[in-house]
């Protein structure tokens, strides 16, 4: 058996688990924490961590991607200082996605140019944050006759 052996067949399993992160992260977090004196359980657990957090990041990615939002804006790019009468407390308290739970409806009104779709982009946004599955759409435009 040559020395590489052990390198392949652990390279071969993380691939079959699906654990690209361990398999990215394994030799140079080991090469970390021996430096640190970690012991192999805590080096474990911070690689486990990382596999866990980027596949977070990924689920995420899809979830939004999924959503097909027509630009990327979050909350924190709105400027809630120019529309005033925008309730900034009440956008936040929404995007805790509370009144999805709840199964409940906001529905946001006004006229062109206040912003309602960039808050509604957020507020998916931060649905698809918390592990929920948007879909993003916006009604016909009604024509004037």
């Known amino acids: 058996m040559s020395s590489d052996a052990p390198e392949l067949l652990l390279t071969h399993h993380l691939k079959a688990l699906k654990l690209p992160t361990f398999l990215r992260e394994h030799q140079k977090l080991a090469r970390q924490c021996a430096v640190e004196g970690v012991d192999h359980v805590r080096y474990l ?36 200082a120019a529309i005033p009468k925008l309730n900034k407390m009440l956008v936040l308290e929404l995007a805790r996605c509370e009144w999805i739970e709840r199964r409940e409806n906001v529905i946001a009104l006004g006229p062109s140019g206040t912003g309602k779709t960039h808050v509604a982009i957020g507020l998916g ?18 024509s004037a006759r």
Do not use: Y
């Open 45 to 80: 657990a911070r690689l486990v961590e990382l596999e866990l957090i980027d596949r977070e990041c990924r689920m995420v990615e899809r979830r939004i991607k999924a959503a097909k939002f027509p630009a990327a804006k979050s909350l924190d790019s709105f400027d809630f």
């Open 125 to 142: 946004l931060a649905a698809c944050q918390k592990g929920l599955s948007v879909g993003f759409t916006t009604p016909p435009r009604s």
